[in-house]
């Protein structure tokens, strides 16, 4: 019969979760994303620690039904109690670090991160070496290698701001069929700034794998009469 976790027990399994989480973590804290190494970090070993306390409420539970037969139908231990509000309450963490800026949504993959950071903290915790050590690995190869292996390309949405509309139409047209970018929609909008007409189209586009958001921003920059160019994600 399994006991209560001993002092090495519990030390491996949180320094397995500060070695894990702190992986992860570096690979969020490089990309310079809202949550790095320390927030992975503590919500690995918070997770992993509360999967410890029910292992040993568990035992505890089991000890006393053993030495109390007579309290074994008024004893509950529930394996799963705390380990769903761990995942429940993560979600709250989680959304700490999504940002909307410009109708775009940032922070979703780092919110991701920090649930699946808890699920092995948890799996940790409780002991289930072979999941943790599968979990992170297949975690840390989608976080760090998936992007470069497979590229999606997208509709994104495209801002830009300009003036002499006939000229710069044609610029900006001319430069989406070079660059073989679809356009899937459009919408126009017109205004005064300084007694000078400023024309905003909004793109809906698609491109494909040879061609980088950034080099679109800095190709449609080049023009003079492009006032902004600004990337919408949705």
């Avoid at 074994?72 to 769903?84: E, H």
């Avoid at 509000?85 to 989680?94: A, D, E, N, R, T």
């Avoid at 980088?212 to 920059?221: A, R, T």
Wanted: glycine share 8%.
């Amino acid at each position: 019969m399994q006991g209560q976790l001993d002092v090495l027990t519990v030390v491996i399994r949180l320094l397995l979760s500060v070695l894990f989480a702190g992986i992860i973590g570096l690979d969020r804290a490089y990309k310079h994303r809202p949550a790095g190494l320390r927030t992975h970090i503590l919500v690995c070993l918070g997770a992993c620690i509360v999967a410890m306390i029910q292992k040993n409420i568990g035992f505890n539970a089991l000890q006393v039904a053993q030495q109390y037969p007579q309290l074994k139908n008024v004893l509950r231990a529930d394996d799963a109690r705390l380990i769903a509000q761990v995942i429940s309450g993560i979600g709250f963490l989680g959304a700490g670090t999504i940002i909307v800026e410009h109708h775009s949504i940032r922070g979703l993959t780092t919110a991701a991160s920090l649930w699946v950071v808890a699920c092995l903290g948890l799996a940790i915790g409780m002991g289930d070496y072979i999941i943790a050590i599968a979990g992170f690995i297949v975690v840390y190869a989608v976080l760090g290698f998936l992007k470069k292996i497979i590229r999606i390309s997208p509709v994104r949405k495209l801002k830009i701001e300009y003036k002499h509309k006939v000229d710069t139409k044609k610029f900006i047209d001319d430069f989406f069929q070079k660059n073989n970018i679809t356009v899937e929609g459009v919408r126009f909008s017109v205004m005064n700034r300084d007694n000078i007409k400023v024309y905003t189209n909004v793109y809906s586009i698609d491109f494909g794998k040879s061609l980088d958001y950034v080099d679109i921003v800095e190709g449609l920059s080049m023009n003079d009469n492009i006032i902004k160019v600004e990337t919408i994600n949705v």
